[in-house]
């Protein structure tokens, strides 16, 4: 028989926190119920940029496949097309047809950071230049103010632009030089994504798409 549950003073204690924590997955992410490991194939990708990718020795690092990409149940409020992003638990979700969504593991802005909100995807490009912020360049020395497109660019193949009431919020999804760093809160607030994923979901999201961080 299964043991009685603990409704001592502690006891309870730990039994409304996993509730908590249960019904924080339910309204952030959708109710998961099966995910299944699905890694994005290189047949995603163009001759350039799998020589691109090729090229740089960092993208050898692979992470746990838990921030590969998953095909999971999805029963969250959004419409297929939207692009759901998690900074609590480092997902983004691309909601599909049918209640599933792709889950891809990200890393997300250090505490503090992190911008939240609902945006729309106002325009995209292929391997991006960069031009850090005038904040940013203030904060991090020596870093350049103009870096150019290629898998040294700390944008990385893909990026996709944030805009809200036609203004550009400055935050963006986009690729990375730092495919180690996935799982992790460590950037200056964008989305970093592999460049194999952050190359599937353009492939999937149009401009004038909905973003819901939260």
Known sequence: AAAAPDLSPPGR???LRGIAVALTGLLLGGCILNDTLDPVPDSVMSA??????????????????DWLRHEVDYS???????????????F????????K??????????????????????RKAEWPDWRPTPDTLKRIADLPAYVSPGPHNPMGARALYLFEA????LFRIHGTNQP???????SSGCIRMLNEDVIDLYNRVPVGATVVVI
Request: a positive charge; glycine letters at 10%; proline letters at 4%.
């Open 166 to 169: 036609n203004k550009d919020t």
């Open 76 to 90: 969250g409020p959004e419409k297929p097309g939207t692009v759901v992003i998690d900074t609590e638990r480092k």
């Open 92 to 99: 983004l979700y691309l909601v599909l047809e049918n209640k």
């Open 48 to 65: 350039r940029d799998q020589k691109l990718i090729k090229s740089a020795s960092y993208l050898q690092y692979k992470p746990a496949s």
């Open 101 to 122: 969504a792709y889950r891809y593991g990200v890393t997300v802005g250090e505490e503090g950071m992190n911008w939240r909100g609902k945006a729309k995807v106002g």
């Open 180 to 186: 180690e760093y996935i799982g992790h809160a460590i």
């Open 13 to 15: 204690a730990m039994l």
